[in-house]
Every structure is written in structure tokens, then in C-alpha cells.
């Protein structure tokens, strides 16, 4: 599948699924169907480019602090079991070579940046969804949102994207004959659906935080049983070591007598005992350069102000309140999107 054909597939997809939120009978039928028309392609064109510099700028993270486990374990490996080899340095080198190549490719295509700069315009034509119901002309959308990254490529598209758009299409709503309609589908769509996201994300970040706290634990136990295998002198001659060793059949001594390899117990658990920790360290710098335990807090607090939110439209009267509480939402999202900036700006991984 071509760049093209992806992209409308993307499209239709979205479509259909905003479209089969109301009846066609419904007033804000039209309102949707203007918005799959008109802002639903940039939307989908900048969403994708937001996810897959995301997952790019990740990759690069978690290869980088992976990779650098590789080359400690393996210049570990060719120092104890194979000293006189020295072809397996290559293997180091092509590592590196390729975490160079790695970070290099990132920082040209700016991943992370990209990642930034598409999320946040693809949040403001997310919520023009839900803003654009009151307001007839483009004027009366405050383009300057988003004050802290106000100098950001991101905003500059946005208001490029605003200087040429067009309102003349848009059709109009009756917000009083039809207040609690909307109301209904900004509680269901906009407020309902950002809990569940929230929600989803939290759990995820949650659960990838276990998993390499869980992980680690491990690493620290069989750490500790090496280093008290070492400290039995398994593997090495030493009186509790040569006792061990004749009782499970260990050898102390293992070459294939051109001193090429050196295969034994003690050079494995020197391996293990400094392999153990490196991973340990670098699935710790993951998990703390993508701040999983931050993210999952910050999910946590945004589910409750939600929810608040998600009170207050029933107690809303009339066409003024539900525009206050509309831009009193839109405000939020465009607080905490910027609180997330700054959360993840500065985090980044280097071969150095």
C-alpha cells in the first residue's frame, strides 16, 4: 500500500466512525460532516506523522540503551572466552557504527521534534471538532493558544492552517433549540472519550513501568546469587570452589589447548554478574528517559479534572454557559498538552 492510498484508507476510517455518531437526523449531523470534509484531512495527515515520529523517536531511544548492553557484554565475552580473537571487536564496532547511524538519522529527520510539533496541531483540529460549533467565522477562534510553544513550527502551521481556512461552508446550529443534544455529544464524544483514552494510557504506561521494575527485581536477585557463587569460589580453585566443583561436576578449567577459548563456570558468572546490572541499568534509563512513571500520574490526575468536567455539563442552562464550559475545556486540553511538552522536550538518548 502506497503513502497515498494509506492515508485515505486512514481517512475513511476516521470518517466513518465520526459520522456514525449521530443520526443523520440529528442537527449536528451536518456539523460533522463539515468538519470530514474540511479539517478531517489534515487532521489525519499530521495524526499519523505525530504517531510515527512517535514510534521512530522510541525506537531510537530503546536501541541506543540496549545496544550499549550489547557491547559491554560482548567485549566482557571476548576478553574471558575467546582473548586471542580479535576479529569479534568488529562485531563491537558495527554496534556502534549503527547506534551512530541510529542517533544520526534521528536528530536529521528530527523525530523528536516532529513528534512534539505534529501532536500538538493535531490536538487543536482534533478539539476545532468541538470549539467550532459556536463560532461562524475564523476571527473567533483564538489561534494563539498555546502560549508556550507560541514561537513553535507547530503554531505557525496552525495559524497558516486558520489564514486560509474557510467558514463559509460551515453550517449552522440552533444552540438553543438543540442545547441538550450538543450537550450529550460533547459529554459522550469529547469528555467521555478522553477519560477512556486517558484512562488506556495510564494503564499502559502503568504496566510497562511494572514490567521493568519486575524485570529488574530479577537481574538484582540473580546478581546477588552470582556474586554468592563467586563468593563459594564456584568455578575457581579455592577449598569451598573445589568441593563445589567436584559435587555438580563443575570445571574450574576448560581450553581447547591453542588458548583460544577459556570456557568455564567462573568466566560465565563473571559474565552474568556484570551483564545482569548493565541491562538492569539501561531498561531503568528507558523507562526514566520516556518518564512511564510521570505519564501514568499525569493520566491519573487528567481522569479526575474529566471528570469534573464531565459534571458540570448538566448543570449548564443556556447557550452562554455551554460556550464558557466549551472554551474552559479547550483551554485544559491545551494546558495539559503543554505540561506534556515540557514533560518530554528535553528528553533524549546519546551514544556519547
Same mark, same amino acid.
Given at each position: 500500500?502506497?503513502?497515498?492510498?494509506?492515508?485515505? +484508507? !486512514?481517512?475513511?476510517?476516521?470518517? #466513518? %466512525?465520526?459520522?456514525?455518531? =449521530?443520526?443523520?437526523?440529528?442537527?449536528?449531523?451536518? $456539523? @460533522?460532516?463539515?468538519?470530514?470534509?474540511?479539517?478531517?484531512?489534515?487532521?489525519?495527515?499530521?495524526?499519523?506523522?505525530?504517531?510515527?515520529?512517535?514510534?521512530?523517536?522510541?525506537?531510537?531511544?530503546?536501541?541506543?540503551?540496549?545496544?550499549?548492553?550489547?557491547?559491554?557484554?560482548?567485549?566482557?565475552?571476548?576478553?574471558?572466552?575467546?582473548?586471542?580473537?580479535?576479529?569479534?571487536?568488529?562485531?563491537?564496532?558495527?554496534?556502534?557504527?549503527?547506534?551512530?547511524?541510529?542517533?544520526?538519522?534521528?536528530?536529521?529527520?528530527?523525530?523528536?521534534?516532529?513528534?512534539?510539533?505534529?501532536?500538538?496541531?493535531?490536538?487543536?483540529?482534533?478539539?476545532?471538532?468541538?470549539?467550532?460549533?459556536?463560532?461562524?467565522?475564523?476571527?473567533?477562534?483564538?489561534?494563539?493558544?498555546?502560549?508556550?510553544?507560541?514561537?513553535?513550527?507547530?503554531? +505557525? !502551521?496552525?495559524?497558516?492552517?486558520? #489564514? %486560509?481556512?474557510?467558514?463559509? =461552508?460551515?453550517?449552522?446550529?440552533?444552540?438553543?433549540? $438543540? @442545547?441538550?443534544?450538543?450537550?450529550?455529544?460533547?459529554?459522550?464524544?469529547?469528555?467521555?472519550?478522553?477519560?477512556?483514552?486517558?484512562?488506556?494510557?495510564?494503564?499502559?504506561?502503568?504496566?510497562?513501568?511494572?514490567?521493568?521494575?519486575?524485570?529488574?527485581?530479577?537481574?538484582?536477585?540473580?546478581?546477588?546469587?552470582?556474586?554468592?557463587?563467586?563468593?563459594?569460589?564456584?568455578?575457581?580453585?579455592?577449598?569451598?570452589?573445589?568441593?563445589?566443583?567436584?559435587?555438580?561436576?563443575?570445571?574450574?578449567?576448560?581450553?581447547?589447548?591453542?588458548?583460544?577459548?577459556?570456557?568455564?563456570?567462573?568466566?560465565?558468572?563473571?559474565?552474568?554478574?556484570?551483564?545482569?546490572?548493565?541491562?538492569?541499568?539501561?531498561?531503568?534509563?528507558?523507562?526514566?528517559?520516556?518518564?512511564?512513571?510521570?505519564?501514568?500520574?499525569?493520566?491519573?490526575?487528567?481522569?479526575?479534572?474529566?471528570?469534573?468536567? #464531565?459534571?458540570?455539563?448538566?448543570?449548564?442552562?443556556?447557550?452562554?454557559?455551554?460556550?464558557?464550559?466549551?472554551?474552559?475545556?479547550?483551554?485544559?486540553?491545551?494546558?495539559?498538552?503543554?505540561?506534556?511538552?515540557?514533560?518530554?522536550?528535553?528528553?533524549?538518548?546519546?551514544?556519547?
Amino acid at each position: 500500500m502506497n503513502k497515498k492510498d494509506f492515508y485515505q +484508507k !486512514q481517512y475513511e476510517e476516521e470518517k #466513518k %466512525y465520526i459520522l456514525d455518531k =449521530e443520526d443523520e437526523k440529528s442537527p449536528l449531523f451536518s $456539523h @460533522l460532516r463539515w468538519y470530514c470534509d474540511i479539517i478531517l484531512p489534515t487532521f489525519i495527515k499530521v495524526n499519523i506523522k505525530a504517531i510515527k515520529s512517535q514510534k521512530k523517536y522510541q525506537f531510537g531511544i530503546t536501541f541506543i540503551y540496549l545496544a550499549s548492553t550489547c557491547i559491554v557484554t560482548l567485549v566482557i565475552i571476548q576478553a574471558l572466552f575467546f582473548p586471542n580473537i580479535f576479529q569479534l571487536i568488529w562485531i563491537e564496532v558495527l554496534i556502534i557504527l549503527i547506534m551512530l547511524f541510529v542517533q544520526w538519522q534521528s536528530k536529521k529527520f528530527a523525530y523528536h521534534q516532529n513528534w512534539l510539533e505534529s501532536r500538538f496541531l493535531a490536538e487543536k483540529l482534533r478539539n476545532l471538532l468541538y470549539i467550532s460549533l459556536f463560532f461562524n467565522t475564523k476571527d473567533s477562534i483564538n489561534v494563539e493558544r498555546g502560549s508556550f510553544i507560541s514561537s513553535n513550527k507547530s503554531t +505557525k !502551521q496552525w495559524k497558516t492552517f486558520m #489564514k %486560509y481556512f474557510s467558514f463559509d =461552508e460551515k453550517p449552522f446550529i440552533n444552540i438553543i433549540k $438543540h @442545547l441538550q443534544t450538543i450537550k450529550d455529544f460533547l459529554k459522550v464524544d469529547w469528555i467521555e472519550s478522553q477519560i477512556k483514552y486517558h484512562i488506556h494510557t495510564g494503564n499502559r504506561n502503568h504496566k510497562r513501568l511494572k514490567l521493568i521494575e519486575r524485570i529488574g527485581f530479577c537481574f538484582l536477585i540473580l546478581t546477588i546469587g552470582v556474586a554468592i557463587s563467586h563468593a563459594l569460589g564456584i568455578g575457581h580453585h579455592t577449598a569451598i570452589g573445589d568441593v563445589i566443583n567436584s559435587i555438580f561436576h563443575f570445571s574450574s578449567e576448560h581450553s581447547n589447548g591453542h588458548n583460544e577459548t577459556s570456557f568455564t563456570i567462573g568466566n560465565l558468572l563473571t559474565i552474568f554478574a556484570l551483564f545482569f546490572p548493565a541491562l538492569s541499568a539501561s531498561l531503568n534509563a528507558i523507562k526514566h528517559t520516556l518518564e512511564y512513571q510521570k505519564m501514568h500520574i499525569r493520566s491519573l490526575e487528567i481522569v479526575s479534572i474529566l471528570k469534573d468536567f #464531565k459534571n458540570m455539563i448538566d448543570e449548564i442552562k443556556d447557550e452562554e454557559e455551554l460556550k464558557n464550559f466549551i472554551s474552559s475545556v479547550e483551554k485544559f486540553f491545551m494546558h495539559e498538552h503543554e505540561e506534556w511538552i515540557t514533560l518530554v522536550a528535553h528528553k533524549s538518548a546519546d551514544v556519547g
